[in-house]
């Protein structure tokens, strides 16, 4: 069965930082871009980030550009957000998502994990 | 990249049709066929159910179909029936080599 299974939400205080992780199975890991979508409690989906299939090219929305660092380790089948100078409106629910191809554009995000919560409080 | 526009809510009853539009600009919608539509039931993560503008994976019932004219996409899903109670989303591929989605819909089966 392909899957995609995330971890590392957590409460951290605003300006902290925080790792997400993704690992994926069922499928061939490096052959497909990945992203992250992060949902805000009661309110809509927002793209995060994303990379390339062998992680040659990253991009990023403008509300997180310099302060999140998307990555993967094909070899650990692992997709990973470093998330710095966290702030209170980036708390959400952050899905990890396989899109349908390898380069970029990637088309459409086909698998979606159940989420890890990141709370931004003091 | 402002958030595509989409309806917040549609409704029907068990049976009928309910059509979802996502109006963009062209520099995303419009500019590219990488229109994809995902739909959310409370507490659970988004699935796949268009991509490609008009194309539906593997399991997802043909009563589901997409559409884009110009600016603007659009999701039908016919025969509704209980089970399509849910929130939709829209996303596209924008010029600024992002993706953007649409600020979602909340499809209610009277």
């Known amino acids: 069965e392909v899957q995609v299974l995330e971890s590392g939400g957590g409460l951290v205080q605003p300006g902290g930082s925080l790792r997400l992780s993704c690992v994926g199975s069922?499928?061939?890991?490096?052959?497909?871009?990945m992203n992250w979508v992060r949902q805000a409690p009661g309110k809509g989906l927002e793209w995060v980030s994303g990379?390339?299939?062998?992680?040659?090219?990253?991009y990023y929305a403008a509300s997180v550009e310099g302060r999140f660092t998307i990555s993967r380790d094909n070899a650990k089948n692992t997709l990973y957000l470093q998330m710095n100078s966290l702030r209170a409106e980036d708390t959400a629910l952050y899905y990890c998502?396989?899109?349908?191809?390898?380069?970029?554009?990637?088309?459409?995000?086909?698998?979606w994990g159940q989420g890890t919560m990141v709370t931004v409080s003091s | 990249q402002s958030a595509l526009t989409q309806p917040p809510s549609a409704s029907g009853s068990p049976g009928q049709s309910v059509t979802i539009s996502c109006t963009g600009t062209?520099?995303?919608?419009?500019?590219?066929?990488?229109v994809s539509w995902y739909q959310q039931h409370p507490g659970k993560a988004p699935k796949l159910i268009i991509y490609?503008?008009?194309n539906r994976p593997s399991g997802v019932p043909d009563r589901f179909s997409g559409s884009k004219s110009g600016n603007t996409a659009s999701l039908t899903v016919s025969g509704l029936q209980a089970e399509d109670e849910a929130d939709y989303y829209c996303?596209?591929?924008?010029?600024?080599?992002?993706?953007?989605f649409g600020t979602g819909t909340k499809v209610t089966v009277l």
């Open positions: 998502a396989k899109f349908l191809a390898s380069g970029w554009p990637a088309g459409a995000s086909e698998i």
């Open positions: 069922g499928f061939t890991f490096s052959n497909f871009a």
């Open positions: 990379i390339t299939g062998r992680g040659g090219d990253t």
């Open positions: 062209r520099s995303d919608v419009g500019g590219y066929n990488s």
């Open positions: 490609e503008v008009i």
């Open positions: 996303s596209s591929y924008a010029s600024s080599n992002n993706y953007v």
